[in-house]
Antibody, heavy 121, light 111 residues
Framework: EVQLLESGGGLVQPGGSLRLSCAAS????????MSWVRQAPGKGLEWVSV????????YYADSVKGRFTISRDNSKDTLFLQMNSLRAEDTAVYYC??????????????WGQGTLVTVSS | QSALTQPPSASGSPGQSVTISCTGT?????????VSWYQQHPGKAPKLMIY???KRPSGVPDRFSGSKSGNTASLTVSGLQAEDEADYYC???????????FGGGTKLTVL
């Protein structure tokens, strides 16, 4: 069974940094792209970033470009999201998701349970 | 403001059918056969229901179907059941500038 387990969320002050992790199991991690998608409280879904299976290709939403960095450690089956210069509007539940087909970057299956990031002073 | 437009709400009685629309542009929904739909129950993670416009992952009931015409995609839920009550989000690939866009979500109520 494919499982994704996020961690690393919490309360951080504006301008601060946080690193999220997503531990994967149940599939050959290095063979699949992975993505982060976030959901602000009471709001809809927003795509954040994607990384290819090898880690050689990464893409970002304009709202986080230059502040967030996606990476992965295929030896540890773990996905990361380094978030710097955090703003109040980054407050959200952050989900990691497997991307079954690189040709369809909006196909996310499955999703982790999410980790809450709160940016507030 | 979401890139794709969905109605905020939809409803139907048990056993009925309901269709949720998702309107984009010629740069996303209209250009790529890469529309997906997600179901989200309160406090839970989203679940893939439809991918590549009309394909169902294993385990998703065939009561759920997807289609597309021009810049508008649709999700139809037939034979509504109480457990179908949830939020539904559409998504589309949007090319190498915006990559992935979502709709604002539709709250489906089973009356």
């Amino acid at each position: 069974e494919v499982q994704l387990l996020e961690s690393g969320g919490g309360l951080v002050q504006p301008g601060g940094s946080l690193r999220l992790s997503c531990a994967a199991s149940g599939f050959t991690f290095s063979s699949y792209a992975m993505s982060w998608v976030r959901q602000a409280p009471g709001k809809g879904l927003e795509w954040v970033s994607v990384i290819s299976g090898s880690g050689g290709s990464t893409y970002y939403a304009d709202s986080v470009k230059g502040r967030f960095t996606i990476s992965r450690d295929n030896s540890k089956d773990t996905l990361f999201l380094q978030m710097n210069s955090l703003r109040a509007e980054d407050t959200a539940v952050y989900y990691c998701a497997k991307v079954p087909n690189w040709n369809y970057l909006n196909w996310f299956d499955p999703w982790g349970q999410g980790t809450l990031v709160t940016v507030s002073s | 403001q979401s890139a794709l437009t969905q109605p905020p709400s939809a409803s139907g009685s048990p056993g009925q059918s309901v269709t949720i629309s998702c309107t984009g542009t010629s740069s996303d929904v209209g250009r790529y056969n890469s529309v997906s739909w997600y179901q989200q129950h309160p406090g839970k993670a989203p679940k893939l229901m439809i991918y590549e416009v009309s394909k169902r992952p294993s385990g998703v009931p065939d009561r759920f179907s997807g289609s597309k015409s021009g810049n508008t995609a649709s999700l139809t839920v037939s034979g509504l059941q109480a457990e179908d009550e949830a939020d539904y989000y559409c998504s589309s690939y949007a090319g190498s500038n915006n990559f992935v866009v979502f709709g604002g979500g539709t709250k489906l109520t089973v009356l």
